[in-house]
């Protein structure tokens, strides 16, 4: 997303894409620093294959900078301090499939950016596909078309991080809200697709914000389900207080004009 002009060597602001020899190349591929069997709603997904379990990897590195980000010690991680295990794109499969017998669907890549080593999606991904099983891919959407065209033959769900819809909030991030509301606009012509919005006091809570971002996601399809979830004092903003919830339900009533499947997290 950042286009980043990298010399020689280094590695961009995400801490993966790296200039080996004028090659942008994933210095993670297949670099795993967590895997779990986890709940589909964990993602969080409600209408894809509700009660199901996926097997969820991550790596390290983020294209963001958010001050609340939970996952931290993995998304701040380089390849020089992120403790990993090297899961080739069959070892990985042949592991979802061992997984089935305790009611594994496929893979969902998570955690971290998992878009930032795009590649690695891509080619897990087909051999998941031949194995008859699905994909899932959770993303703040901050990457380019190209990047998304690479894995979207393959990818059957994406849970898509909308922050928030001012330019200002994306800004803050180290981000781009354009960038965003493109990937949406494609993922959601060929997956299915669902939204979280993350809502922090003083920051994109304002129901007009919330007014203006439902009513963008419903032009594009008001059946796509928008997760709006709580607040929680982490990392640089841990001098904040947690969400109102009765801001939270406010909002979502506010959202559920505009959309079929609003969904209440964290409260």
């Known amino acids: 997303m950042h286009h ?13 894409r790296k200039n080996a020899d004028g090659k942008n190349t994933p210095v993670n591929y297949g670099l795993v620093t967590s895997v779990a069997l986890d709940p589909i709603e964990k993602k969080p997904l ?15 590195g983020c294209n963001l900078n958010c001050p609340f980000c939970q996952n931290a010690s ?11 295990e090297f899961y080739s794109p069959v070892k990985l499969a042949e592991l979802a499939e061992k ?27 087909a051999e998941i596909k031949r194995r008859g099983m699905v994909n899932v891919v959770v993303t703040n959407g901050s990457v380019t078309p190209a990047a998304l065209n690479a894995v979207l033959p393959y990818v059957d769900a994406y849970n898509i991080d ?19 509301l493109k990937f949406i606009e494609i993922a959601a012509k060929n997956a299915h697709v ?7 006091p003083d920051e994109n809570d304002s129901p007009a914000e919330i007014q203006e971002l439902s009513a963008w996601v419903a032009s594009v399809n008001r059946g796509i389900p928008l997760h709006i979830t709580r607040f929680f004092p982490c990392g640089k903003m841990s001098d904040k207080t947690p969400t109102d919830i009765r ?10 004009q505009n959309l079929d499947t609003v969904i209440l997290g964290n409260i």
């Open 4 to 16: 980043c002009r990298i010399k020689n060597g280094k590695t961009g602001r995400c801490r993966v």
């Open 46 to 60: 409600v209408s894809f294959h509700p009660g199901s379990k996926i097997l969820s990897v991550g790596s390290f």
């Open 74 to 84: 993995i998304a701040a991680a380089s390849v020089e301090n992120a403790v990993t």
């Open 99 to 125: 997984t089935k017998k305790h009611g594994n669907i496929g893979v969902a890549y998570t955690y971290n950016e998992p878009m930032i080593g795009y590649e690695y999606i891509r080619d897990t991904a």
């Open 162 to 180: 909308l922050k928030a819809f001012t330019a200002s909030f994306y800004e803050k991030v180290g981000g781009d809200i354009k960038t965003v």
């Open 194 to 200: 669902e939204l979280t919005t993350l809502i922090i």
């Open 247 to 256: 801001v939270m339900r406010r909002l979502a009533g506010i959202a559920r």
